[in-house]
């Protein structure tokens, strides 16, 4: 089965830019998508194939995907913003939804 | 804008069947994948498996011999139900909908309902 690695916890300073990767064999092919979830709360999508975003969620979240490794970024990072996130795809092989295991965002 | 709500019981004996429905609201259920997706307490999110408007189903290898989906179109709802269930079935199970049409990724989530196995 297809499978998606990131890191368990990535670390940073309000204003400064957070990379969240995902890692998995020719990622690039396929199409990604980002969740944020807050404590307590459902995941939201915030990145919809690849680099696209959902209505009402800030610019300061973009995508890029290619090669083996897909990437979330969030520019100017506040508070709100921490939070576990998770990228996912659609394996064709197995016809499976897939998750990666999460990275929770802390804000130092 | 879709809603999507989960209902059920709250706690399921071990052995027994997990039965939930999702009610959907603001928009067509045709058309669209419809997953099913847990989270054990303190866990990453977990694939159940996904039914389409047409009855169409796929379900995570994992579970498949335990999974049944359905969808009833004339109520707009969905439910799910995995029967002989153990405390590893304990979760938060979410119903969720493609965020587009034809697309298997899920765009739109409900609130979610724990679920907690127990005797």
């Known amino acids: 089965s297809y499978v998606l690695t990131q890191p368990p916890s990535v670390s940073v300073s309000p204003g400064e830019t957070a990379k969240i990767t995902c890692g998995g064999n020719?990622?690039?092919?396929?199409?990604v998508h980002w969740f944020q979830q807050k404590t307590g709360q459902a995941p939201v999508q915030v990145i919809y194939l690849d680099n696209s975003r959902p209505s009402g969620i800030p610019e300061r979240f973009s995508g890029s995907n290619s090669g083996n490794t897909a990437t979330l970024s969030i520019n100017w990072v506040e508070d709100g913003d921490e939070a576990d996130y998770y990228c996912q795809v659609w394996d064709s092989n197995s016809d499976h939804v897939v998750f990666g295991g999460g990275t929770k965002l802390t804000v130092l | 804008q879709v809603h999507l709500q989960e209902s059920g019981p709250g706690s399921v004996k071990p052995s027994e069947t997990l039965s939930l429905t999702c009610s959907v609201s603001?928009?067509?259920?045709?058309?669209?994948?419809w997953s099913w997706i847990r989270q054990s307490p303190g866990k990453g999110l977990e694939w159940i498996g996904y039914?389409?408007?047409?009855?169409?189903?796929n379900y995570n290898s994992l579970l498949k011999s335990r999974v049944t989906m359905s969808v009833d179109a004339s109520k707009n709802q969905l439910s799910l139900k995995l029967t002989s269930v153990t405390t590893t079935d304990t979760a938060v199970y979410y119903c969720t909908r493609g965020g587009l049409p034809a697309a298997k990724s899920p765009g739109f989530w409900g609130q979610g309902t724990l679920v907690i196995v127990s005797s």
């Open positions: 039914i389409y408007g047409s009855g169409s189903s």
């Open positions: 020719n990622i690039g092919s396929k199409s």
């Open positions: 603001g928009g067509s259920m045709t058309s669209y994948y």
